[in-house]
């Protein structure tokens, strides 16, 4: 072979290996987020069947990273929770000094554990509404990120009147990482992107953004019940939120380096967008009407001319898949 031969092989062998490369990154891509989903999936599942043996249920544990793509948004593991008991008990209560429209004073009985948990919400007996234990001497009816069931939200709860009798409260805590159980990785560079997954559909869902740490508890029968969210990785800050038939839990599975980046109307290899951009994007819905956990693939939403049109057609087959299996 002559050296002008050689050369004419080797850009040959150079061009096809320009034009397979994405077709390979691709296919690697979209294997990974496959891989992903059935892996979240079987997680769901398996806690779902799980807490059938607990006597108060059990949970999946998504905690985001603290540095690398996608730090403080992107959860790359999965791990089984165990759920407390609710705390019960008696104190009286007194109107605060400092804030006597919003909060106040209290003396909870809680262990030094239990109340790192804190704040967590709090009920009353005779008192409708679900209130914010901020620490074990104050409630508070500030705090509205806490809905506590249908009708029942920090909106509409006003805190309870004072009273020097012994009022019965329920404090309820969030669900605690197993340490009986190892934790279930995702691929490597595949994450659950918190930023662009929601509870419920429309304009009326709850967006994860900020979310740090989340539990989906499942009850006795199976069924998830209950999402809790906190926007701190360490100590309380936990919000509740009782599901609905109408509030299933959504979550966006794409690659780790795209989670919560930035819409983009025309995504490049060099700039892909955000994850649910990625043509392999997959959303992972948790239905609390029958317990199930299943994977649908994200629409496509080249086509839209902004973030929030964009965002409609790439959760479009979840809310048709919602709608049908709903009728």
């Given at each position: 072979?002559?050296?002008?031969?050689?050369?004419?092989?080797?850009?040959?062998?150079?061009?096809?290996?320009?034009?397979?490369?994405?077709?390979?990154?691709?296919?690697?891509?979209k294997k990974?987020?496959?891989?992903?989903?059935?892996?979240?999936?079987?997680?769901?599942?398996?806690?779902?069947?799980?807490?059938?043996?607990?006597?108060?249920?059990?949970?999946?544990?998504?905690?985001?990273?603290?540095?690398?793509?996608?730090?403080?948004?992107?959860?790359?593991?999965?791990?089984?929770?165990?759920?407390?008991?609710?705390?019960?008990?008696?104190?009286?209560?007194?109107?605060s000094?400092?804030?006597?429209?919003?909060?106040?004073?209290?003396?909870?009985?809680?262990?030094?554990s239990?109340?790192?948990?804190?704040?967590a919400?709090?009920?009353?007996?005779?008192v409708?509404?679900?209130?914010?234990?901020?620490?074990?001497?104050?409630?508070?009816?500030?705090?509205?990120?806490?809905?506590?069931?249908?009708?029942?939200?920090?909106?509409?709860?006003?805190?309870?009147?004072?009273s020097?009798?012994?009022?019965?409260?329920?404090?309820?805590?969030?669900?605690?990482?197993?340490?009986?159980?190892?934790?279930?990785?995702?691929?490597?560079?595949?994450a659950?992107?918190?930023?662009?997954?929601?509870?419920?559909?429309?304009?009326?869902?709850?967006?994860?953004?900020?979310?740090?740490?989340?539990?989906?508890?499942?009850?006795?029968?199976?069924?998830?019940?209950?999402?809790?969210?906190?926007?701190?990785?360490?100590?309380?800050?936990w919000?509740?939120?009782?599901?609905?038939?109408?509030?299933?839990?959504?979550?966006?599975?794409?690659?780790?380096?795209?989670?919560?980046?930035?819409?983009?109307?025309k995504?490049?290899?060099?700039?892909?967008?955000?994850?649910?951009?990625?043509?392999y994007?997959?959303?992972?819905v948790?239905?609390?009407?029958?317990?199930?956990?299943?994977?649908?693939?994200?629409?496509?939403?080249?086509?839209?001319?902004?973030?929030?049109?964009?965002?409609?057609?790439?959760?479009?087959?979840?809310?048709?898949?919602?709608?049908?299996?709903?009728?």
């Amino acid at each position: 072979m002559t050296l002008v031969e050689l050369l004419v092989v080797l850009a040959i062998v150079g061009l096809l290996a320009v034009t397979a490369l994405p077709l390979l990154v691709g296919n690697r891509d979209k294997k990974s987020i496959r891989n992903a989903a059935d892996t979240a999936e079987s997680m769901f599942s398996h806690v779902s069947t799980r807490a059938m043996t607990s006597p108060t249920g059990a949970a999946v544990w998504l905690e985001t990273g603290t540095s690398g793509a996608g730090a403080f948004t992107a959860v790359t593991t999965l791990a089984l929770a165990r759920v407390p008991a609710s705390a019960t008990g008696t104190t009286t209560i007194a109107r605060s000094a400092m804030n006597p429209a919003t909060d106040v004073t209290v003396s909870l009985s809680l262990s030094a554990s239990l109340a790192s948990d804190l704040p967590a919400p709090i009920e009353f007996a005779g008192v409708p509404g679900m209130l914010t234990a901020t620490g074990t001497a104050t409630v508070t009816s500030a705090t509205t990120s806490i809905t506590g069931a249908v009708n029942r939200t920090g909106w509409n709860s006003s805190p309870p009147l004072a009273s020097t009798a012994a009022v019965p409260y329920t404090l309820y805590l969030p669900p605690r990482p197993s340490s009986l159980a190892a934790a279930t990785p995702l691929p490597d560079g595949v994450a659950i992107d918190l930023s662009a997954s929601r509870i419920g559909l429309g304009s009326t869902a709850t967006p994860l953004v900020n979310v740090r740490r989340l539990a989906v508890e499942y009850d006795r029968t199976g069924s998830p019940t209950t999402v809790w969210s906190s926007t701190s990785s360490t100590g309380g800050g936990w919000s509740r939120l009782v599901l609905t038939p109408e509030t299933p839990v959504v979550l966006a599975i794409g690659m780790q380096s795209q989670a919560n980046a930035p819409w983009v109307a025309k995504p490049t290899d060099d700039d892909p967008g955000c994850s649910w951009q990625s043509p392999y994007a997959r959303w992972l819905v948790i239905d609390p009407r029958n317990g199930g956990a299943r994977v649908i693939e994200a629409g496509f939403s080249g086509n839209a001319l902004t973030a929030n049109d964009a965002f409609d057609a790439a959760i479009a087959p979840v809310v048709e898949d919602f709608k049908n299996i709903r009728q």
